[in-house]
């Protein structure tokens, strides 16, 4: 149980705190020994004790006051710290948001370019199927007329095969029909002189 105590007695007399706590000890316990010393008036003694206690009391004094300084400061450097790492972090923040808004720009320029590229693409195939319309209207007005001038050429040309056909058979016919009256003529003048020869 004693070894226990004094691992846990060392333990704190090592930290900070117990140092500080050992040292305000340290000089209660030599201003209570020139207090005693005092009463049992041995002033030699007693004054040599107080200077003691003064000296300590006085280095206490100032060590706790290099230690509160030194905490501090030390809270200071963290506040610092503290605020240059929100100070960072609002900077980073700030980058972002100009990122972003950067980033959104430019989605939202590409987007209005590729709108107008859409449009002045549909705009030149809408004008050149209009176009392309056009030319195929042009091409099959030219083929119907063409169609048309063949036909009326070749109505014209059958009209004339078959009038030429026409007048060539009534030009026969005529041609076989004289034939044929001249020798009925000759026929007849033939028998005609025949009778007459006959008494």
């Not at 704190?12 to 049992?40: H, N, P, S, W």
């Not at 099959?140 to 030429?164: E, Q, S, Y």
């Not at 029909?177 to 009778?195: M, N």
Request: hydrophobic letters at 55%; one cysteine or more.
């Amino acid at each position: 149980m004693w070894a226990a105590f004094a691992r846990q007695f060392a333990a704190y007399a090592i930290t900070r705190r117990g140092k500080k706590l050992f040292a305000l000890i340290g000089v209660l316990a030599l201003c209570f020994c020139a207090a005693l010393l005092v009463d049992m008036q041995l002033y030699l003694s007693a004054g040599f004790i107080a200077v003691l206690a003064c000296f300590s009391g006085a280095a206490y004094i100032v060590q706790h006051a290099k230690v509160k300084r030194a905490e501090l400061e030390r809270l200071a450097r963290r506040a610092e710290a503290a605020r240059r790492r929100a100070l960072v972090a609002q900077a980073r923040l700030d980058r972002m948001d100009h990122a972003k808004a950067a980033v959104r720009d430019a989605v939202a320029g590409a987007a209005q370019s590729a709108r107008a590229a859409v449009v002045d693409v549909t705009k030149e195939a809408a004008s050149v199927a209009a176009e392309t319309v056009e030319a195929v209207s042009r091409s099959a007005n030219a083929v119907a007329d063409a169609v048309n001038d063949v036909a009326l050429r070749a109505a014209d040309a059958m009209t004339a095969a078959v009038t030429g056909a026409a007048e060539r058979t009534t030009a026969g016919a005529e041609t076989m029909a004289r034939a044929g009256l001249v020798r009925v003529v000759k026929r007849w003048r033939t028998l005609r002189g025949d009778q007459g020869m006959t008494p």
